[in-house]
């Protein structure tokens, strides 16, 4: 599974970035796709989740400003940002989970928040 990532940047506080991840390769053997956040000097975290079969799971400090969704094809997964934040400020990973867990990583995008 190769996986892209795409759609970074600087962004003000309270303002809108929707990341792109496109998936290639053994996309069958994928049970979820999600996007993971590292910030300097903290561990990497998932910050949002989507399976197969389309359920959702969030961080609880993203929930109701970020949304996570995928194309019909399961081969494009996006997460939507809205009201950011200073402290959403990290490298974001798209990753795939299959059989032996979250296996597959992208290329992190970096998100900057700030004034």
């Known amino acids: 599974v190769q996986l892209q990532a795409s759609g970074g940047g600087l962004v003000l506080p309270g303002g809108s970035l929707r990341l792109s991840c496109a998936a290639s390769?053994?996309?069958?053997?994928?049970?979820?796709m999600g996007w993971y956040r590292q910030a300097p000097g903290n561990q990497r975290e998932l910050v949002a989740a989507i399976t197969s079969g389309g359920s959702t799971d969030y961080a609880d400090s993203v929930k109701g400003r970020f949304t996570i969704s995928r194309n019909n094809a399961k081969t494009m997964v996006y997460l939507q940002m809205n009201n950011l934040k200073p402290e959403d400020t990290a490298v974001y990973y798209c990753?795939?989970?299959?059989?032996?867990?979250?296996?597959?990583w992208g290329k992190g995008t970096q998100v900057t928040v700030s004034s």
């Open positions: 390769g053994s996309i069958f053997s994928i049970n979820a």
């Open positions: 990753s795939a989970e299959v059989h032996t867990g979250w296996a597959y």
